[in-house]
């Protein structure tokens, strides 16, 4: 009964290829967000749905695309993935206004 | 660009020691949030602070936003070795569910 969960745990990949990682939360909110965590456990904010519509986009590269396709659900496909793209990747959801965010237990991917 | 100053980065305390673990910011932030962090997994929320001077309190933890919104405290009482890992700070800003977070602070309380 985890609340949001993401997979894979872990991703190890060669650089160019394309890989999805896959975030559901069953908690009933209806934002869900993508943070990026790099080595200095630094998170920043990629994307945001609410409601399936993106309210958020930082400046991240257009390899990137997130797809909702209910607000139960939001994948992160990479495209061409490169070194730097080497972090772990949490998927999060709040009720709303986004006081209260609720994490998964991240993706840890390593490009080669 | 809003930016969220976190000290100290690391932290190594005996158990029973109290510390304090600052949040700054030179930008006004709508609300404070902090966040504790396990190792393989993501962060959990510990606290929301949304008004100047607002002070809470969760058992050992007293956490504290400060007056003109720009920076807030973790203070910790009599640490355990269960207090150990990251705790990290983050701001709400304007922009709907954007949080801004500081580098945080990695927190190791030996027995």
């Known amino acids: 009964d985890t609340a949001v969960s993401q997979t894979p745990k872990y991703l190890v990949t060669q650089m160019g290829n394309d890989k999805s990682i896959k975030c559901e939360q069953n908690l009933g909110h209806d934002t869900m967000y993508w943070y990026k965590q790099d080595s200095k456990k630094f998170l920043k904010i990629m994307f945001s749905y609410n409601n399936k519509e993106l309210i958020i986009n930082e400046t991240v590269p257009n390899r990137f695309s997130p797809k909702s396709p209910d607000k139960a659900h939001l994948n992160l496909h990479i495209n061409s993935l490169e070194l730097g793209d080497s972090a772990v990747y949490f998927c999060?959801?709040?009720?709303?206004?986004?006081?209260?965010?609720?994490f998964g237990s991240g993706t840890q991917l390593s490009v080669l | 660009t809003q930016l969220l100053e976190q000290s100290p980065q690391f932290l190594s305390i005996q158990e029973g020691e109290n510390l304090t673990v600052y949040c700054n910011s030179s930008s006004v932030f709508s609300s404070l949030q902090w966040y504790r962090q396990e190792p393989g997994e993501g962060p959990v929320l510990l606290v929301t602070v949304v008004t100047g001077g607002e002070v809470k309190k969760l058992k050992r933890l007293t956490f504290q936003f400060g007056d003109a919104r720009k920076d807030s405290s973790l203070h910790i009482t009599a640490a355990q070795p269960g207090d150990t890992g990251l705790y990290l700070c983050?701001?709400?800003?304007?922009?709907?569910?954007?949080?801004?977070f500081g580098q945080g602070t990695i927190l190791t309380v030996h027995p």
């Open positions: 999060a959801s709040s009720p709303g206004t986004g006081l209260k965010l609720f």
């Open positions: 983050a701001g709400g800003g304007t922009s709907y569910g954007k949080l801004t």
